[in-house]
């Protein structure tokens, strides 16, 4: 089946990046869930979902409490009304005194309604219209009262009816007293609104809270997280497990012990480079001085070719086995015994006159612009020598023939934005220059910008980053401020090394 334009593109990516990965194009992989986002979500959503079940039971228990009052006021009207009762020559009457009107009411809210009824189930008094308990309804004992909810002329109503014993008889009459519900859903509806308008409030207000104390829970994460952002990417120190929450702590033990063995792994490769390249050492120089005393003797063109190509093979050889030594030592640091006051004008003095003949032989004019003592820091003066070979090793090897490399040094100017005042090495040619967009990567161990014809291992600016580094200084990589040339804009690398302070250092 053929691949769409996305399928191709992406697959041409994959080649691009790796020509060895498989040439499937991989599908975009799920992103991690957030811890702050699952836990948020298991506090939040029972939350919200408690929310309306709490509104419904609130809702019941307000309707339980508004009929309690009015459920006590239609059972004593009804005891009143049943008191009016009576057997009047043996007939079953009601007497209405002026009294009934004082529970007979009816006002802007409630309509109350009332009805007797006698034994023989004929209305006696009162609204007709009023339903009788359900038939299969189990019938009271004389004076109990009794609830139930009905309907009257399209309203609902709430009644309360009980039985009155008729003198002189079995039977009892019935006595019904049933008003509407708009009091008690007014009522009902007050205390829901008292409830619940207060809880619009408080939910959003505790979803912040929530938020918020889950922020400041995880807040050391956070430091945690920062913290190792912070470091350099050679620190492989532990992490300090007793800052970390009780829940992290293993976890950060648990990385410490792969940093350990990181570190282990790391120092046994550094100890494998640093062996090989000082084992490597003497038999270049032994190749590269037997094919020098070759080119002495009387051989073919063809012979001395090839002893030239052997000599500038083992003396490229030897330079890179020089560097990979340099690193190493820088990799491993330096004892507080090896840095010491020193002046850097001496050194840079002596550097560049050991220059001086591969300059002139390359047809490069190599100058220094330097005090002739004075600059002084805290250095070892092994480790900087070092860095100044390699920076007009590399200035020299990309300049080429009739161009110019000028090594300055000076003290930092006094209006500078620097905290501390600074040392500064710098180091312009006119050579092929350094891209903007390159000068991230060329510190990176044997990395090399493509097309560049002239040899090198790449190890150079890596270690020159090391050495200022290991000094607390600082790399930069700058244009010429007066180039015009397009093919050979040069370059200005510069080193920022903190100046000696008897203050700060005894």
Known sequence: ???????ADALRDVRYRDPFADPTPVADEPRAKSLFGEVLDWMLAPLLLLWPMSLAVTYLVAKSIANQPFDRALEQDTY????????????????????????????????????????????IGGDAT?????????????GIVAFRDSALRGDDIRIAYTYVAVPGGTQSALVQVAETLDKRNALANDIIKGVILPQFVILPLAIVLVW???????????????????????????LDAQQAPLEIAPVVTSFNELLTR?????????????????????????LRTQAELALRQDVSADVHRCLEQIAASSENA????????????????????????????PLVRDVVREWFPSASARRIDLGLEAPDAGVEIVGNGVMLRELLTNLIDNAIRYTPAGGSVTIRLREEDADSQAASPRAVIEVEDTGLGIPAHERARVVERFYRILGREAEGSGLGLAIVSEIAAMHQGTLDIADPPFS??????????????PLFDDRTYP
Do not use: C, W, Y
């Open 80 to 123: 009143v009304l049943a008191r009016q009762v009576g057997m009047r020559n043996g007939v079953v009457t009601l007497a209405l005194p002026n009294v009934v009107g004082d529970f007979l009411r009816t006002d802007n809210v409630d309509a109350v309604f009332f009805q007797v009824r006698g034994p023989d189930n004929a209305v």
């Open 484 to 497: 015009e040339s397009t093919t050979h804009p040069g370059v200005i690398v510069r080193v920022f090394l």
């Open 212 to 238: 918020f104390g889950l922020s400041r829970g995880l807040a050391p994460l956070h430091a945690l997280q920062s913290q190792i952002r912070a470091r350099r990417p050679d620190d492989l120190s532990p």
């Open 262 to 286: 990181l570190e282990q792994n790391v120092a046994a490769q550094k100890r494998f480079i640093a062996d090989a390249a000082h084992q490597m050492k003497t038999p270049l120089a032994g």
């Open 130 to 142: 009023l339903p009788p308990p359900p038939s299969d309804d189990e019938r009271l004992a004389p």
């Open 318 to 345: 030897a330079r890179m086995v020089s560097q990979l030594l340099a690193l190493a030592r820088a990799d491993a640091g330096l004892p507080a015994r090896g840095m010491d006051r020193m002046s850097l004008a």
């Open 1 to 7: 089946m053929p691949l769409d334009a996305a399928d």
